[in-house]
């Protein structure tokens, strides 16, 4: 419980900056961010390994680039299900997607896990 809860504030730390960077990624509130942030790991948990598999031979063709397309059709979804987040198009979201992405790994290269501990 406690890696869902520090999974989703670096989630959250990454789409608050995508919004703020990127133009055509937006929250309306404090309230939406954190949602999103929530549903966006539910999302990832959930519905990513089924498109992850199901676009796999796409995914070896290209070299793993269309990863970030899979990445940026989970924020999509999460803006479809969320009214208070908005992503206006594929390429806005594939820029939440690297943005949401960087910060992850560089958080997991401060963060430990427990089992490595």
């Known amino acids: 419980m406690v890696r869902f809860i520090v999974q989703a504030l670096v989630t959250m730390v ?4 995508a919004a703020a960077l990127l133009p055509g990624v937006a929250f309306t509130s404090t309230g939406s961010l954190i949602a999103a942030a929530i549903i966006l790991g539910i999302i990832n948990a959930v519905v990513r390994p089924v498109l992850v ?3 796999f031979p796409i995914t070896v063709i290209t070299l793993g680039l269309f990863l970030l397309v ?3 059709a989970t924020i999509g979804l999460t803006a479809m299900f969320l009214g208070g ?3 206006d198009g594929l390429w806005p979201g594939i820029g939440a997607a ?3 992405g960087v910060v992850s790994w560089s958080a997991g290269a401060f963060i430990q896990d427990e ?3």
Not at 14 to 17: E, F, P, R
């Open 115 to 117: 089992a490595k501990g």
């Open 53 to 55: 598999v199901v676009t």
């Open 70 to 72: 899979v990445n940026a």
């Open 85 to 87: 987040f908005v992503v």
């Open 14 to 17: 990454g789409l608050w900056l």
């Open 98 to 100: 690297i943005v949401t």
